[in-house]
């Protein structure tokens, strides 16, 4: 599966044959639970705003089929390519099982820098690419949602098209629209408010108190800035966060609403005036009780893992940290992990409840949609950490393995179609 070439995509691979060597799948089954059902690539014209056309790659990946309809982001990011959009599709397969969602694991979106693009042109590029994308996506079939780079309006752009297509109201093909068209109250905070949650719930498991703890986040975006301002409202002093632009530090702790003024002035953290300048290698080695990288993934590595200084390592990024990083990790007890696919689940179970309400056309009160929220992820947390516990097993370990499984089981059961 050469296609698939990138060090993401080994990197999720090699995190599934440790969990397929201890879970002791047969070889046989191995290939079938690990690549991709399918890829889709498109060419994707667009009409610049000064008449020129440019053609974009976009990408779709879904990942298995079998408990039900795949679901997952569009990511609009310049560096994007077909084997990063794979390994996020897989662990959006394992994210999915472990939080018990009927569900496969899907990724895609296109290479292009929507910082660079008008609001004209991201709407163009956005229909056009929907439209080379329906005959893949549904509300049985893909339901895309939100990633780095889109946002509510694009997931409008998106339902719109579909619906042309379609000939009536087709709500229930994506999630985080907004709410005005079908979208689900307490979506677009959904993943970083889970993010809080389960940090919250790893400082009462190590015996943290959260008034006294500090917290560094990579990533002030809408799942990093959520975070922050839910630690805040938990009492968590945050003492740095960055972007791509650049970081801040504080050691009295950074006032949020100021900072988040600062960002929709400027649209970073860069050069927040009541904060000292760093970059993001300084935010990741920052000493501070929580760490949460929330920006890109393969953050933590060998190259500085060493010099990771927290007790909690909240993962509200995909793949933040790398195996090789992981491996030191395991050899530290201090550091309490809560990994990526059930740290930052939030937003695909909310995405869950938006789909689910869109099919009904009943919809929730955003009080109920936490509560649920908040019960599905103590549900995983405690199913990971017992696991974790019993078996001596990381909790990275444990979460895989809880997912890998749940998938491997219905396979299983439906059998191979010959």
Known sequence: ????????????????????????????????????????????????????????????????????????????HPDMTLGEVAALAMWMSWKCALMNLPYGGAKGGVACDPGHMSAGELERLTRRFTQELIPFIG??????????????????????????????????????KPVAIGG?????????????????RAMDTIGL???????????????????????????????????????????????LVKLQEHVTRTRTVANFPEGESIINEQLLTTPCDILVPAAMERQITAANVHRIQCRILAEGANGPTTPE???????????????????????????????????QSFFWTETEITDKLFRLLESAFNQTLTLSRKQKISMRMAALSLGVNRVREAKKLRGLFP
């Open 1 to 76: 599966m050469h296609v698939y070439d990138h060090p993401t995509f080994h990197m999720a691979c090699q995190q599934f044959d440790l969990v397929a060597d201890r879970l002791d799948i047969p070889a046989n089954d191995r290939d079938r639970l690990k690549y991709p059902k399918r890829a889709l690539t498109v060419a994707v014209p667009v009409r610049r705003d000064d008449g020129k056309v440019e053609v974009f790659a976009g990408y779709r990946v879904q990942h298995h089929l079998t408990l039900g309809p795949t679901k997952g982001g569009m990511r609009y």
């Open 139 to 176: 509300p049985q079939v893909d339901i895309p949602a939100p990633d780095l780079g889109t946002n509510e309006q694009v997931m409008a752009w998106m339902m719109d098209t579909y619906s042309v297509h379609a000939g009536h109201a087709t709500p229930a093909v994506v999630t985080g």
């Open 184 to 200: 689900s109250l307490g979506r677009r905070e959904a993943t970083g408010r889970g993010v809080g949650y389960l940090i919250s």
């Open 209 to 255: 108190n959260a008034s006294q703890a500090t917290a560094a986040v990579q990533g002030f975006g809408n799942v990093g800035s959520v975070t922050a301002f839910s630690l805040a409202r938990y009492g968590v002093k945050i003492i740095a966060v960055s972007d791509a632009l650049g970081g801040t530090f504080n050691a009295g702790g950074l006032d």
């Open 325 to 359: 990083a992981d491996l030191v990790l395991d050899q530290r007890p201090d550091v309490f992990i809560i990994p990526d696919i059930l740290c930052n689940a939030g937003g695909v179970v909310v995405s869950y409840f938006e789909w689910v309400q869109d099919l």
